[in-house]
Structures are given as structure tokens and as C-alpha cells.
């Protein structure tokens, strides 16, 4: 307990009095006062600050996102690394590429402090296990050809400073993401990405404006990533896993916004290629056999761009199914 330990409280609160994270905002001094509507209202005009805030930070993200993709076409991972809001936020987002991207599950990986069970319920005394995440980059074989992503609001997450020590030793690119100036984390990063958005509206609360702007900033990390890897064309999603009957009506759409032709067409299309976005697009854009497909992308690094010009067939435009 803290309350045995004076010397080591004293320097707890020394820190904490230096995070913008950690102030009372003017807008929240009231707080309490306030109508429903007129809270609602300044929490919005509290929220609208995160977009410019990352958009502060985009050389920086940028420098980020060449830095995944460089990786990830030597056999690389995405790895992130946090606690608490931002543990949840990171395993929210390695979650959701497989269904959208269609990578394999162990191409982005989220680390928790705690573990699955922290994705459910606060395990908070867990990020002070600076060992912790580690022993789990450890697990995962971590090695130079990956990246590692340390978020954390205040900057000096123990379980995000030795999730990204760990990652240095091994020479893998550490990237960190924090809402405080000068931080821990950013000091260990390669790329270090500072979005400050300020105090919270309750003070110290960062699952608000914090998280917000470390779900947009991770948005960008794979998102952009997966659209340099060739994973979109046109804006649109051409690896996605049809698991569904919507994501399998979105296939047919995407099919056919992406070549103009119609729902029958396109759903015959894909059930050639057992499937496969790409592999329909190709066939109707350039007339190629279904069986020649996977080898046709192969050759072109899987951009199904490069394989329309490749294969003679014109780019195509896309545009809204049914207009």
C-alpha cells in the first residue's frame, strides 16, 4: 500500500501533477451544475478537439505507417501494447482486420495488461507489472521484423515502458502513442506520436478525449497500412471475409461497384473464385480464368491494381452498386 510508502507516494503525485491528463479542466469545474443539454454540449465541444490534435501528429503517423508496412512485407507483425482503455482499444482493433482485411488473426495482435479478462473487467493494479508485457513479446517471438505499438494516455504505463523496452532489445520498431508531452513511452519510441487533447472533461477519466484520439490513431496505423499493402482498391474493402450473409452481400456489392456489372453477375463471379473479392474483380475486368487468379495476384504482390494492368484489363471505376 501507497500508505506505507510515503517517499514513493510523494513521487506518484509529483508525476501525476505534471500530466495534462491528470488537470481539471475549466469546462469540468461546473460540471455538476450544468443542464443535461448544456452537458451534453460542452462534452461534445470537448470531443471536437481530438480530430486537429491527431491531425498535429500526421508526419508522425505517417512515419509510423511506412514503418508497419516495410515490416509486414518482411513477414512482420503489428503488435500493441497497453492498459486499461487503451489495452481494450488496441484488442479492439487487432480484432476487427481478419473480418475487414482479411489477414491472418496473428498479423495484428492486441496485448492487455491483465489479460482476456481485463478486455471485460477493470484489472487495474495489472499495468504496474513493468515484466508483464515483456514476458508476452517474448511468448509471441518477437523479433526485429516486427513492430510494437505502447499506448498509453499518461505516458508511463509500467506494463507499456517494459512492453516497449523488451522491444528495443530486440531491434523491433517501437512506436508510441500517448496524450502527455515528453513522455516515458516516447522516449523508448522510435516514433514517437504525442496527441495532447488536453484535460478531460472529468479529470483525469482518459477512456474520454484520450481514448478517442488513440482509437482514431490506430484507425490510421492499420487501416492505412492494410490499404499500402494493397488490401483496399478504389476505397473499398477487397480482402474482406465474407462470414456473414451482410459481409457476403457486401462482397457482391463491392464486385459490383467495383466493374459495373450487375448482382447476378458479380455473385457468379464470386462463387467462381470461391469467394474471393479480388479474384472476381480480376476475372471481370480482365476475362482471366478463375483458376489463374491466385497467381495472377501473386505475381503482382497481391494489389489487384497492379494485376488489372498486368493482365490487360482496364482499372475500372468505383462507384455506388445499383447506379
Known amino acids: 500500500m501507497l500508505s506505507d510508502d510515503p517517499a514513493r507516494l510523494d513521487q ?17 469545474a461546473d460540471l455538476d451544475t450544468l443542464s443535461t443539454l448544456e452537458l451534453v454540449r460542452e462534452m461534445n465541444a470537448e470531443d471536437a478537439k481530438v480530430p486537429p490534435a491527431v491531425g498535429a501528429q500526421a508526419p508522425a503517423i505517417a512515419a509510423a505507417v511506412d514503418g508497419i508496412v516495410e515490416r509486414m512485407r518482411r513477414g512482420g507483425r503489428l503488435i500493441y501494447v497497453g492498459a486499461g482503455t487503451a489495452g481494450r ?55 526485429d521484423r516486427d513492430v510494437v505499438v505502447g499506448i498509453s494516455a499518461s505516458g508511463r504505463t509500467p506494463y507499456v515502458v517494459g512492453g516497449l523496452d523488451h522491444a528495443r532489445s530486440v531491434g523491433a520498431l517501437t512506436v508510441a502513442i500517448s496524450q502527455n ?18 484535460p ?54 463491392t464486385v459490383m461497384g467495383a466493374t459495373g456489372v450487375g448482382a ?45 494492368e498486368q493482365n490487360g484489363g482496364a482499372p475500372g471505376v468505383a462507384h455506388r452498386a445499383g447506379a
Open 12 to 28: 506518484l503525485l509529483d508525476e501525476l501533477s505534471s500530466l495534462t491528463t491528470e488537470e481539471v479542466s475549466t469546462t469540468g
Open 89 to 143: 482499444i488496441g484488442v479492439l482493433d487487432a480484432s476487427e482486420c481478419p473480418p475487414t482485411f482479411g489477414t491472418d488473426p496473428g498479423l495484428v495482435v492486441g496485448l492487455i495488461a491483465g489479460g482476456p479478462d481485463a478486455i471485460h473487467r477493470a484489472i487495474e493494479n495489472s499495468e504496474d507489472d513493468q515484466d508483464a508485457a515483456a514476458a508476452e513479446l517474448a511468448g509471441l517471438g518477437l523479433t
Open 181 to 198: 508531452a515528453g513522455s516515458a513511452i516516447a522516449a523508448l519510441a522510435d516514433v514517437p506520436i504525442e496527441v495532447v487533447v488536453g
Open 200 to 253: 478531460e472533461i472529468v479529470a483525469g477519466s482518459t477512456r474520454l478525449k484520450s481514448g478517442t484520439a488513440q482509437k482514431l490513431v490506430l484507425n490510421m496505423l492499420s487501416t492505412l497500412s492494410m490499404v499500402r499493402l494493397g488490401k483496399t482498391y478504389h476505397g473499398i474493402m477487397v480482402d474482406l471475409q465474407a462470414t456473414n450473409e451482410k459481409l457476403q452481400a457486401r462482397s457482391v456489392r
Open 264 to 308: 447476378g453477375e458479380a455473385a457468379a463471379a464470386l462463387a467462381g473464385a470461391d469467394g474471393s473479392v479480388k479474384g472476381a474483380i480480376l476475372v471481370l475486368l480482365t476475362g482471366l480464368a478463375p483458376a489463374q487468379t491466385r497467381s495472377a495476384l501473386d505475381r503482382a504482390g497481391g494489389i489487384l491494381r497492379v494485376a488489372i
